[in-house]
């Protein structure tokens, strides 16, 4: 409900109301809000690295964010609702963790999409209303988000979380930023300039950071026996004759 329902509403939401930058920057404080929960609820702990990759993953969305924001305006109450989006998503995945214990990936991905479709029936009649009204291409990107977008990247999500915790998981998603710039500019030739780049390299930099393993301390050998102090050797037996 909270990532499937509650996320997914609210960031819709947030987004008519704030421009893509400021959304993008709000919405990643979600990691953060993730390995704060993993490291409480989920005894993950919090490891140096990845709190100072998180960070540091952070600067580069803001940059990237602010970079892309141009001249768009942005409401209190669109700020308020990214920031919902963002703990909704955070506590998503931290509930999802201990879930994939008992269930396999596409079955947490399966049920996950079944709450959030009951979650989002009070919406049918509007979607009705509006899908006749809507032209091809819309239906089409609303079908490919479907199937892409949810479908396969959150059931693979799933297989990795499963697999790792959920800081580190959490973590990773700061490479998205990097990659949306890619992307658009080899498939939209958007070309992106160097403030962009510069903030794609930042966030690239902070999830290598974050998923390096702490150093640890070389263990000292085990200290050989000393001698013996004289006389402790054990008095010979004598034989009998």
């Not at 919405?27 to 709190?51: Q, S, T």
Request: glycine fraction near 12%; include cysteine.
């Amino acid at each position: 409900m909270l990532w499937f329902g509650v996320y997914m509403v609210v960031l819709n939401w947030g987004e008519q109301k704030v421009d893509a930058g400021t959304a993008s920057m709000v919405v990643n404080v979600g990691p953060m809000v993730i390995a704060l929960l993993g490291g409480w609820l989920l005894k993950e702990g919090f490891p140096p690295l990845l709190l100072l990759g998180m960070g540091v993953s952070f600067v580069g969305a803001v940059v990237v964010g602010f970079s892309t924001s141009g001249e768009g305006s942005s409401s209190v109450l669109g700020v308020l609702l990214c920031l919902l989006a963002a703990v909704a998503y955070g506590g998503g995945v931290v509930s999802q963790k201990p879930a994939l214990r008992h269930a396999t990936a596409m079955q947490a991905t399966t049920f996950g999409c079944l709450i959030g479709t009951v979650c989002c029936l009070p919406f049918s009649g509007q979607l009705v209303s509006q899908v006749s009204e809507a032209p091809l291409s819309a239906t089409l990107n609303v079908v490919y988000l479907g199937l892409f977008p949810t479908a396969l990247a959150f059931s693979t999500w799933a297989y990795a979380l499963s697999r790792t915790t959920a800081g580190k998981m959490g973590a990773t998603t700061y490479a998205v930023p990097a990659v949306v710039v890619l992307i658009s500019w080899l498939a939209l030739r958007e070309v992106p300039g160097w403030v962009t780049l510069l903030g794609g390299v930042i966030c690239l930099g902070g999830v290598a950071v974050s998923r390096r393993r702490g150093v640890r301390a070389p263990q000292e050998p085990p200290a050989a026996p000393g001698p013996e102090p004289a006389g402790s050797e054990a008095p010979a037996t004598e034989t009998t004759r």
